[in-house]
Each structure stands twice: as C-alpha cells, then as structure tokens.
C-alpha cells in the first residue's frame, strides 16, 4: 500500500508472518494503530470484501487463515525511505459486514501488541527471594518466540524478599503481575514493537523523559507549520501530594509517609504542582510494605498525576511533519508562546493510513507551563 509521502508493508501469518497474499494487499482500505503510554496499543484494519460470481461458497478472504483471530500481524511503515515498524500485534477480532451493493462489504480486523498473549493465562506462581527486576525477566523471558526484548530500569530501592519473611506470589495473568509490580513504584509497563520487524521491546520502568526529542511541531500561521493543534489544556485538578503513615515491615515501626514535589527530570518552568495555591491531598492507605516501597509507591502517585497538568491535543500530515511521530518519548512545540512552548513528553499517537493519506492524532502531556529550554529543537 502507497500512503501518500511513504510505503506500508504488511506481514501476516503465524508466529512468524509472511508478506501478505496479493488479494489482501488489493482489498486493503485503511489502517488505524494506536500507542498510548497506558495500556496495551492496538490496530485495525479495513478491507473491502464481496463474493464474485465465481466465489460460489464464501467470500474469499474469509477463508485465508492469516486474517483470522490469533494470527499475527506486522506493520512497517516507510517515510523517505526511514523504515518503522509502527505495530507487530495479533489479530483477536473479525468483523465481517455484508452489503447488497458490490464492493461495499468490509472485513474488519482489530488487534491488540503482543503484550495480548500475557494477559490469556492465570497462574499461580511463587518468586521465592526474587526482587521485581528479577521477576520481570523471568516473565519475559516465556515469550521470546514474539521476538520480546526486556527494557528493564531498576527501582531506586529494591527489597529482596527472604523466604523465611515472606514470598512474592503471582495470582493472575503475567501482563497483570509486570503491571502492578511496576506500579508498585510509578513506573509503566508496555511493549512496543520494534526497532527491527519481528522484535518487540518490553519496557518495565518510570515513563521515558530522556533522550533527543524528535522533530519539533510547529504550530501557528506561516509556511513552517507542520502540526494543527487542537487545544491546550490545563488542567488544576491534575496536581497532589500524597501523605499518611505506614507500619514498616520490617522493623515494625509506625513511620510518616509524604511525597516530595516532582522526582522525573522537569519539562515546565513552572509545574502546576509548586505554583499553585490549590493542590489536593490524597492519604496514603497502603500496608504491609517496608517504608522504601511505601515512599516509591506515593511518589510515583504523585508523578503520574503531576505529569498530566498540561496536555495538548492535535494532528499533523506525516509527508509534511516529514517523518513518524513516535509515542512514549519527548518532542519539542514551537510557536505557541512562551506558556506552551518546550518540551513534552508523547502520551498518545493515532496512526490512520490510506491510500493516498497518511496523518497521526496526537496526545502531549507535562507538570506545568513554560520552556526549559531557551530555543526548542528543529
């Protein structure tokens, strides 16, 4: 399929998937994929479908194994000839909407990142004297076959269970245990697909603030602009701190719990969460954790709340922008002023592909107003 400005390569099949057969390719009417940092990532895709006089039983793409639930799917996508695989996911969905009219049928398949294949099974597993990295990778390490790399970033403290105290006890699906470990601490789970076709790399740790930003989005009148913004929002209600007491574990003693300000590197002059006069309180009511976890559980609160205080909402033209959007890393707004200028981190990216078109949706998200930085990024 040919979007206007790139290519799009669709791989379909098993575990290991082929190129697509030609009569997918010429039925192809749009894909749609979604990221979001929360959340598993998911796709759909739109192909014409109909019986011709020939086809005397069923429809022709129905009876191709590749498009039916539990198949794999990858999807790379080629801007000026800069490959990127925007989804490598399953098919757990197929729709199929007859019509009298010829040609008007569709078959509709929605999927979700391979992350989908840790959330089928429960188990009841025991971790005896394993940290929550430790876990992690053991966990990861069951689904290699989707060419799943582990990105693991270590918590600031880490308590190592002994076996005589206490042994980490996994009652549920291996998607559900990495996501609540990781909000043990703040921190975010996902797997995103890439960076080569047939890998995926699954991320445990805090939500990525470093690194280069990508191309900046230039908003505004002028012949520069590659991004139509929305809206800024900002929102007041976004901001708490976070206090109260826990019994520490292991020594027994009834200690203070509060959160202090903001942990994650600063994309704002002036975070929401230290420039207003009205910030919420919320009471930490956890237990049975040792004070280091019990402080990195309100903290991370704390982040994940302040971080969504300012967000923009928009789209852009992929041959304008002149390159892919990617989420779950920085970008810089340029043109917008000195409030909404700077750098933000990439909430959410919608990807909609067409022949003839190819735009992304946008969700970008920071702690407060104003750049960091004296000059964004080109």
């Known amino acids: 399929m040919n979007p206007l400005g790139g290519t799009l390569t669709l791989l379909m099949g098993d575990r290991v998937p082929a190129p697509a057969p030609p009569p997918v390719l010429e039925a192809l009417e749009s894909v749609e994929v979604t990221h979001s940092d929360r959340g598993r990532s998911g796709f759909q895709i739109t192909l014409r479908a109909g019986r011709g006089r020939a086809d005397l039983m069923d429809d022709p793409l129905l009876a191709l194994p590749a498009l039916r639930p539990c198949s794999r799917v990858v999807m790379i996508v080629a801007v000026q000839g800069v490959p990127e695989v925007v989804m490598d996911g399953i098919v757990m969905d197929q729709q199929y909407t007859p019509s009298d009219s010829p040609g008007a049928s569709h078959l509709t398949l929605t999927g979700e990142d391979v992350s989908v294949m840790m959330d089928l099974e429960e188990r ?44 980490p006890v996994q009652q549920e699906t291996d998607l559900q245990y990495l996501q609540e470990m990781a909000e043990r601490f703040g921190y975010t789970f996902f797997v995103t697909p890439g960076p080569a076709p047939l890998v995926n790399t699954a991320y445990w740790g805090p939500p990525p603030r470093l690194g280069a930003p990508q191309r900046a989005l230039i908003v505004g009148p002028g012949p520069h602009s590659n991004a139509e913004i929305a809206q800024f929002r900002y929102d007041g209600n976004a901001p708490i701190q976070v206090q109260g007491r826990v019994q520490d574990r292991n020594t027994g003693q009834d ?36 004070a280091a976890q019990a402080f990195a559980q309100a903290q991370g609160e704390v982040d994940i709340a302040a971080e969504r205080a300012v967000e923009v909402s928009g789209s852009l033209d992929v041959l304008r922008y002149r390159g892919v959007l990617k989420p779950r890393a920085l970008v810089g707004v340029r043109g917008a002023g000195y409030a909404y200028d700077g750098l933000y981190y990439v909430q959410r990216v919608t990807h909609q592909i067409r022949r003839g078109g190819y735009t992304q949706r946008f969700t970008l998200t920071r702690e407060g107003l104003g750049a960091t930085t004296p000059a964004v990024p080109p």
């Open 124 to 167: 009841s597993v025991e971790h005896p004297a394993q940290s929550e990295p430790v876990i992690v990778y053991k966990i990861l390490a069951q689904y290699a076959q989707y060419g799943v790399v582990p990105k693991v970033v270590p918590p600031p403290s880490l308590d190592v269970p002994l076996p005589v105290e206490r042994t």
């Open 255 to 290: 200690l203070p719990v509060r959160s202090v300000g903001l942990t994650r590197p600063p994309l704002a002059t002036q975070p929401a969460w230290a420039t207003q006069d009205c910030v919420a309180t919320r009471q930490f009511r956890h237990s049975g954790l040792s």
